[in-house]
């Protein structure tokens, strides 16, 4: 397994921008495909995007298509989510994943993932 921790999360207003970074442990990180989920207060997790292992391909949800950008970097075990125009209903706790994934979609699973960071918190005020 790979541990993952997440930063960059914080108080925005709504048109803003935030970049969240996780950070994995371990030397198979360019092994897993990694994706972006989140969760507001009383909601189920939602998923926002993934990108492959070795980072040419990625997928998004239809909410965020277009605003947000997800980028790896393997030499560094960092994977990144850009976020820009940012809005009040991006308000959750965000939390990178990791996964041995045979498929990549725009609609993916919780259960599609093995590894799971604590999570960051993106306020969006408007």
């Known amino acids: 397994q790979v541990q993952l921790v997440e930063s960059g999360g914080g108080l925005v207003q709504a048109g803003g921008s935030l970049r969240l970074s996780c950070a994995a442990s371990?030397?198979?990180?360019?092994?897993?495909?990694m994706g972006w989920f989140r969760q507001a207060p009383g909601k189920e997790r939602e998923f926002v995007g993934v990108?492959?292992?070795?980072?040419?391909?990625?997928f998004y949800a239809d909410s965020v298509k277009g605003r947000f950008t997800i980028s790896r970097d393997n030499a560094k075990n960092v994977v990144y989510l850009q976020m820009n125009s940012l809005k009040p209903e991006d308000t959750a706790v965000y939390y990178c994943?990791?996964?041995?994934?045979?498929?990549?979609?725009?609609?993916?699973?919780?259960?599609?993932?093995?590894?799971w960071g604590q999570g960051t918190q993106v306020t969006v005020s408007s």
């Open positions: 994943a990791a996964g041995m994934i045979n498929y990549y979609s725009d609609s993916m699973y919780p259960t599609d993932f093995g590894s």
């Open positions: 371990g030397r198979t990180f360019s092994r897993y495909g």
């Open positions: 990108i492959s292992w070795s980072g040419g391909s990625t």
